[in-house]
């Protein structure tokens, strides 16, 4: 739960720049390169973009990323200790100012995550791509169905969904050591309530260490949104040889009433979300 009210942390975290990219910054101006690894994260969200985000990064002369993209340190193994986390990534040349990151989407979602996440590098960097919660919901389910993890209708599945999520959220409060695995493969509507995830993660990290961007944006110009990732995390401007989409599915579309219906469900929060950024984002 959120202790703070939303409206007093609303007032707390929007800044008065304004729009999402403005408020996004290198915060106090150190360096990332001496800060320990991983100096930057990529929390959320899942079928957003994260694995293309991963290779148009991994070109940059000084990004130096592991071969592991999601490493599940700070949600499911954590209890293996930071000394084994860190030696998940390669050597960095801080002379260099060389730095790495950790793609693990669930983080954001996560109820411990966040908390586990600041207590050992308060100062990183925070990315976050959203997107569109009723595609990022059933591309979610489709992804779990091509896993064999899923066998259920999406409707039944959806349906289904809220009793798994208070059963698994009790279960993990009671014992921080259970990761959730049935609370990480079929969140496929709760994943897409956005703003109550940033409230939670703005209540770690200032507002200046966090970059929100629209996962479509990212597809539609990723030269745009790669330049502000990019001077987000102090580097130079660098552009990959190709902007491919990586992790992309096929499936059949979603059955036109059932769209309608979680439109009209994510309403509501991705008005509190928009209201959050202080930004609208163009999801139909």
Do not use: C
């Amino acid at each position: 739960m959120i202790a703070r009210s939303r409206a007093s942390l609303l007032a707390a975290i929007r800044s008065p720049l304004g729009r999402t990219g403005e408020q996004a910054g290198p915060g106090s101006g150190t360096p990332l390169s001496t800060l320990p690894p991983p100096q930057f994260f990529v929390v959320g969200t899942q079928k957003g973009g994260t694995t293309s985000l991963y290779e148009y990064l991994k070109p940059h002369p000084r990004i130096v990323l592991s071969d592991v993209k999601e490493h599940h340190f700070f949600d499911q193994h954590y209890d293996e200790g930071l000394a084994w986390y860190q030696a998940q990534f390669p050597v960095l040349d801080a002379s260099a100012g060389e730095i790495t990151g950790d793609f693990t989407p669930l983080y954001m979602f996560h109820p411990h995550a966040i908390e586990r996440m600041v207590r050992h590098h308060p100062q990183a960097r925070v990315i976050v791509l959203l997107r569109n919660p009723v595609d990022r919901a059933f591309s979610h389910y489709n992804h779990a169905v091509r896993l064999g993890n899923e066998q259920r209708s999406f409707t039944v599945a959806i349906a289904e969904e809220p009793a798994m999520i208070e059963r698994e959220l009790a279960r993990m409060a009671a014992d921080h050591s259970y990761f959730g695995l049935e609370y990480q493969r079929h969140s496929y509507l709760s994943r897409g309530l956005y703003a109550d995830q940033l409230l939670r993660l703005f209540q770690h990290y200032p507002r200046r260490q966090v970059l929100v961007a629209q996962s479509e944006r990212l597809f539609q110009d990723p030269v745009a949104v790669l330049e502000r990732i990019h001077e987000f995390l102090g580097l130079e401007s660098h552009r990959p040889d190709a902007f491919s989409v990586h992790n992309q599915n096929r499936y059949a579309g979603m059955d036109p009433a059932l769209r309608d219906r979680l439109r009209a469900y994510f309403e509501e929060p991705n008005r509190q979300l928009f209201e959050l950024l202080g930004e609208r984002f163009d999801w139909d």
